[in-house]
């Protein structure tokens, strides 16, 4: 079994068991409770509001569990995006000295916060949100994680929160992943969804950071994320409602900015269109983003999209589009762009860890249908583009497709339950230092 990462770079790489194992727990038990999983009471010390380095941490899994082959028994073929309770999550909590404890994967269940917590009260919380895919020869992709890991740190900056770091967030999606790969869609079937928490778990009553923080991952099987599937969403403008304003928390994953946009969305889902385009708030006239996805417009070979400058979320999956259009001979233009330039756009289309790349059919303004895309015009470049994306495979001159997990910069990280001490440490220290890894490699245990 092979665990891959997916990375930045030049060209997108871009991926029952009869009896739960035996878990050995890598932080002691806590003395006081503030967090409940199932029966079992988890504590979280006070944190000092300005939080210290932190450290990488590993759960330990089973290794009978990691290697299984096995799926369960799902309607792969209608998976839809929606939870699937599976198996295990990770959790992390801040000591006293600003450090996030080495996490521990336990049994998926509900958790119970005081009502007097800051996530609870004043919204004090982050998430993000990225996939595994399963490929054909049984090894698992995911897509940046690292990307994930360094957005999560902007938002807790501008939140007042501790982060995990990079590296412990990435050893925790994997051992996530590991310990729930029986929920893996079989390829093309769908992937694993994969939600990082990270919220103000202390009590507070006055207007203050949260003295205590935790850190959870949990994990789900999901497919198409709009009704429609692959086929062409239709959105309505929204010039009402505004999903972010300047100086506010529009460009970071706070929970906030998501309760914000229900309305807008409800109404628009009511009229029967896919979601909502926003505007900004001050001009009310040049794109901002849909609810949960960024928008690209192309015209001949120019592809534009919104600056990012605060008020919408710099996605993962953007740049990853905006990398392969630059390498395909595509002119990007990260602008302001009016509403009044998609009545003369070519092709539209969302992107996101969720929607993926979602090709737009229609958008509407003002009660006027100001693009629609006729079939038949979608640039073959483009579509070749957004297709190396969403299939982890670029499509060669010959018009064949070629893998893309094996890049150069591929940094190698072996799992070291299954190496000795000193071979683990040979293994790490080779770590290219001097480029982005395309690709992590977790080796079967």
Same mark, same amino acid.
């Given at each position: 079994?092979?665990?891959?990462?997916?990375?930045?770079?030049?060209?997108?790489?871009?991926?029952?068991?009869?009896?739960?194992?035996?878990?050995?727990?890598?932080?002691?038990?806590?003395?006081?409770?503030?967090?409940?999983?199932?029966?079992?009471?988890?504590?979280?010390?006070?944190?000092?509001?300005?939080?210290?380095?932190?450290?990488?941490?590993?759960?330990?899994?089973?290794?009978?569990?990691?290697?299984?082959?096995?799926?369960?028994?799902?309607?792969?073929?209608?998976?839809?995006?929606?939870?699937?309770?599976?198996? *295990?999550?990770? =959790?992390?909590?801040?000591?006293?000295? %600003? @450090?996030?404890?080495?996490?521990? !994967?336990? /049994?998926?269940?509900? +958790?119970?916060?005081?009502?007097?917590?800051?996530?609870?009260?004043?919204?004090?919380?982050?998430?993000?949100?990225?996939?595994?895919?399963?490929?054909?020869?049984?090894?698992?992709?995911?897509?940046?994680?690292?990307?994930?890991?360094?957005?999560?740190?902007?938002?807790?900056?501008?939140?007042?929160?501790?982060?995990?770091?990079?590296?412990?967030?990435?050893?925790?999606?994997?051992?996530?992943?590991?310990?729930?790969?029986?929920?893996?869609?079989?390829?093309?079937?769908?992937?694993?969804?994969?939600?990082?928490?990270?919220?103000?778990?202390?009590?507070?009553?006055?207007?203050?950071?949260?003295?205590? *923080?935790?850190? =959870?991952?949990?994990?789900?099987?999901? %497919? @198409?994320?709009?009704?429609?599937? !692959?086929? /062409?969403?239709?959105? +309505?403008?929204?010039?009402?409602?505004?999903?972010?304003?300047?100086?506010?928390?529009?460009?970071?994953?706070?929970?906030?900015?998501?309760?914000?946009?229900?309305?807008?969305?409800?109404?628009?889902?009511?009229?029967?269109?896919?979601?909502?385009?926003?505007?900004?708030?001050?001009?009310?006239?040049?794109?901002?983003?849909?609810?949960?996805?960024?928008?690209?417009?192309?015209?001949?070979?120019?592809?534009?999209?919104?600056?990012?400058?605060?008020?919408?979320?710099?996605?993962?999956?953007?740049?990853?589009?905006?990398?392969?259009?630059?390498?395909?001979?595509?002119?990007?233009?990260?602008?302001?762009?009016?509403?009044?330039?998609?009545?003369?756009?070519?092709?539209?289309?969302?992107?996101?860890?969720?929607?993926?790349?979602?090709?737009?059919?229609?958008?509407?303004?003002?009660?006027?249908?100001?693009?629609?895309?006729?079939?038949?015009?979608?640039?073959?470049?483009?579509?070749?583009?957004?297709?190396?994306?969403?299939?982890?495979?670029?499509?060669?001159?010959?018009?064949?497709?070629?893998?893309?997990?094996?890049?150069?910069?591929?940094?190698?990280?072996?799992?070291?339950?299954?190496?000795?001490?000193?071979?683990?440490?040979?293994?790490?220290?080779?770590?290219?230092?001097?480029?982005?890894?395309?690709?992590?490699?977790?080796?079967?245990?």
């Amino acid at each position: 079994m092979e665990f891959g990462v997916a990375s930045h770079g030049a060209v997108l790489a871009a991926a029952p068991l009869v009896a739960r194992p035996t878990w050995l727990l890598l932080s002691p038990p806590p003395p006081a409770s503030c967090i409940q999983i199932q029966n079992r009471l988890y504590s979280i010390s006070s944190l000092p509001l300005k939080a210290g380095p932190v450290r990488a941490c590993r759960a330990s899994l089973a290794s009978s569990y990691t290697q299984t082959t096995e799926t369960v028994d799902l309607d792969w073929e209608n998976l839809g995006f929606g939870i699937v309770q599976t198996d *295990y999550m990770y =959790i992390a909590k801040c000591g006293t000295d %600003g @450090n996030f404890s080495e996490g521990e !994967l336990v /049994p998926f269940g509900p +958790i119970a916060l005081s009502p007097s917590s800051g996530v609870l009260n004043y919204g004090q919380g982050l998430f993000e949100g990225l996939k595994a895919y399963r490929k054909t020869d049984g090894s698992i992709l995911l897509f940046r994680p690292e990307e994930n890991a360094q957005r999560m740190q902007t938002g807790a900056e501008r939140m007042c929160m501790p982060a995990p770091s990079v590296e412990q967030f990435i050893d925790a999606v994997q051992q996530t992943v590991l310990a729930n790969k029986r929920w893996i869609p079989p390829t093309g079937k769908g992937s694993l969804y994969i939600r990082p928490l990270l919220m103000g778990s202390g009590t507070v009553l006055g207007l203050a950071p949260a003295p205590e *923080y935790t850190f =959870i991952i949990f994990v789900s099987p999901v %497919g @198409n994320y709009f009704k429609e599937g !692959l086929a /062409p969403i239709n959105l +309505i403008v929204e010039d009402k409602f505004h999903r972010a304003t300047p100086g506010g928390t529009g460009g970071v994953k706070t929970i906030g900015n998501y309760a914000s946009v229900l309305m807008a969305q409800k109404i628009a889902k009511e009229k029967g269109y896919s979601d909502v385009l926003y505007l900004d708030a001050v001009h009310k006239k040049y794109l901002e983003e849909v609810s949960s996805c960024n928008i690209f417009v192309v015209k001949g070979n120019v592809i534009s999209t919104p600056a990012v400058k605060g008020t919408i979320l710099p996605g993962i999956t953007r740049k990853s589009i905006i990398d392969v259009a630059l390498s395909k001979g595509f002119q990007v233009e990260e602008r302001l762009v009016s509403v009044d330039e998609l009545l003369d756009a070519d092709e539209v289309f969302c992107t996101g860890t969720a929607v993926v790349v979602s090709p737009v059919g229609s958008i509407t303004y003002q009660g006027k249908r100001e693009f629609t895309l006729q079939s038949g015009i979608r640039p073959p470049r483009c579509r070749r583009c957004v297709t190396a994306a969403i299939h982890f495979t670029d499509e060669s001159s010959d018009g064949s497709n070629r893998g893309l997990d094996g890049l150069d910069c591929a940094t190698e990280l072996i799992d070291r339950g299954s190496l000795p001490t000193d071979e683990f440490a040979r293994s790490s220290s080779r770590r290219s230092q001097s480029c982005v890894p395309l690709q992590l490699q977790f080796c079967s245990v």
